[in-house]
């Protein structure tokens, strides 16, 4: 079945460690999100890409940094800049522009 | 500057009656306007999408929403409430003006099923 893989599923970090989570789509789309869910919040996005070997920041992108060398492949590293990274995070893909997002099953990250 | 609103954070309906979860928004373009649920602990699933094609939206799981452009609003409903429809809803837009692909999402409404 295609789908979106994230891992790992739950993730602790201690402090000022850089942490990397995992996110591989086999949909075949071109671009690829992520995005970070806090509780009682709606999604914000943190990182798009488009296509390969690029992408572009978005509204929270201060503390994470990102990787596309790959089309099925949108790692994102949460940096010891990131000073509350405790949340939800959600990763998404689609065909291209304005087409439906399709989300994998999230990683939930913890202090220790 | 595209948004949207979501008038109730919390619905609580019984098993059986009707559900109605409601939506705003603002754009000042054509809206792409989609509904997605998250159960707890998981991503989140497409219900439906609007994009302009026809005003009344059927979506999987006995889901539909109408897009009313005169008031600007996109409420999703349901007849008759199952138990496992208990989960958080998103009304979401996408953001055209930003050529980007962004989705920008409500806050999100949580739904009760009481047996």
């Known amino acids: 079945d295609g789908g979106i893989t994230q891992s790992p599923k739950y993730l602790f970090r201690k402090e000022g460690q850089n942490v990397t989570l995992s996110c591989e789509q086999n949909?075949?789309?071109?671009?690829m999100y992520w995005y970070r869910q806090d509780p009682g919040q709606g999604l914000r996005l943190i990182y798009y890409?488009?296509?390969?070997?690029?992408?572009q920041k978005g509204d929270i992108a201060e503390g994470y940094s990102v990787s596309r060398e790959k089309k099925e492949s949108f790692p994102l590293t949460v940096t010891s800049a990131q000073k509350n990274p405790t949340a939800f995070y959600l990763c998404?893909?689609?065909?291209?522009?304005?087409?439906?997002?399709?989300f994998g099953d999230g990683t939930r990250l913890s202090i220790l | 500057a595209q948004s949207v609103t979501q008038l109730d954070s919390h619905v609580s309906v019984s098993e059986g009656t009707p559900v109605l979860l409601r939506c705003n928004y603002s754009?000042?373009?054509?809206?792409?306007l989609f509904w997605y649920v998250q159960h707890p602990n998981k991503g989140l699933q497409l219900l439906l999408k609007?994009?302009?094609?026809?005003?009344l939206v059927k979506g999987i799981n006995g889901f539909e929403a109408e897009f009313k452009k005169s008031e600007t609003s996109f409420h999703l409903t349901k007849p008759s409430a199952h138990m496992s429809d208990a989960a958080e809803y998103f009304c979401?837009?996408?953001?055209?003006?930003?050529?980007?692909?962004?989705?920008?999402f409500g806050q999100g409404t949580t739904l009760q099923v009481k047996p």
């Open positions: 890409s488009q296509i390969v070997n690029d992408f």
């Open positions: 998404a893909s689609s065909l291209g522009q304005y087409q439906p997002q399709h």
């Open positions: 609007y994009t302009s094609a026809a005003t």
């Open positions: 754009s000042s373009y054509s809206p792409s």
């Open positions: 979401v837009v996408s953001d055209v003006s930003s050529n980007t692909g962004k989705l920008i």
């Open positions: 949909l075949n789309h071109d671009a």
